[in-house]
């Protein structure tokens, strides 16, 4: 069965500070993960894609990391803001949009 | 990138009646799909919104108490019939242009049912 697991279900750090969320999954075949952010009473919104060829991608100060080998998948977001205060979401697609395999999330909370 | 609204944004709905979610995308989109996602869980696909034809629905989902229509390229609509309060969640569209990997989503609707 596809799963996909992410870890810690809930985060909180200090504004200002690093953070890393991770995935692993269980999702073959495997065409591409991505990583979504979703804010509280919003849909989620992309941060990252990348195909199995990819092991690392950037957008602004969030990193993605992808192991494909070992099916581990990291968001490292750097120097945290308030406004990152959100739902991560990784999500594991194994070829066509209807394929997807969503993560449960990691809610991340920033405190001042 | 593509914008999708929809409508209502939230309800509070009685038990046994049902609701129609509009979904509106501000360019034509290859694909639309709607989504569920219950409080702290991941979200689950309802089903794929096929323009013109039938909806296809995924395991666990059927046309009758989850009716779609899809007129155009642009806008489609969920039903949830029949409501009880296991149906309260929020409801997502979502939507895929071309062959591209990026998929989009509604801000999402809020539904309750008492």
């Known amino acids: 069965k596809n799963q996909v697991e992410q870890s810690p279900q809930s985060l909180i750090i200090l504004e200002g500070k690093n953070c890393t969320l991770q995935?692993?999954?269980?999702?073959?075949?495997?065409?591409?993960l991505r990583w979504y952010k979703q804010d509280t009473g919003r849909g989620p919104v992309s941060l990252t894609i990348?195909?199995?060829?990819?092991n690392t991608k950037s957008n602004g100060r969030y990193t993605a990391t992808l192991d494909a080998d070992t099916k581990q998948s990291s968001l490292h977001i750097t120097a945290s803001q308030l406004s990152d205060s959100a739902s991560y979401i990784c999500v594991v697609s194994g070829g066509g949009a209807d394929g997807l395999t969503f993560g449960k999330g990691t809610h991340l909370i920033i405190q001042p | 990138s593509a914008v999708i609204s929809q409508k209502p944004s939230r309800d509070i709905c009685q038990r046994g009646t049902s609701l129609t979610i509009q979904c509106q995308v501000d360019?034509?989109?290859?694909?639309m799909f709607w989504y569920r996602q219950q409080p702290g869980q991941s979200l689950t696909l309802i089903a794929t919104?096929?323009?013109?034809?039938?909806?296809?629905?995924e395991s666990g989902f059927v046309i009758d108490k989850f009716p779609i229509s899809r007129p155009n390229l642009t806008f489609s609509t969920l039903t949830v019939s029949n409501m009880s309060p296991e149906d309260s969640s929020i409801y997502l569209c979502s939507a895929v242009r071309g062959n591209t990997y990026e998929q989009y989503f509604g801000p999402g609707t809020r539904l309750t049912v008492t």
């Open positions: 990348m195909t199995f060829s990819e």
């Open positions: 360019s034509q989109v290859t694909m």
């Open positions: 919104a096929n323009q013109g034809s039938e909806a296809t629905y």
């Open positions: 995935c692993n999954y269980t999702v073959s075949p495997f065409s591409n």
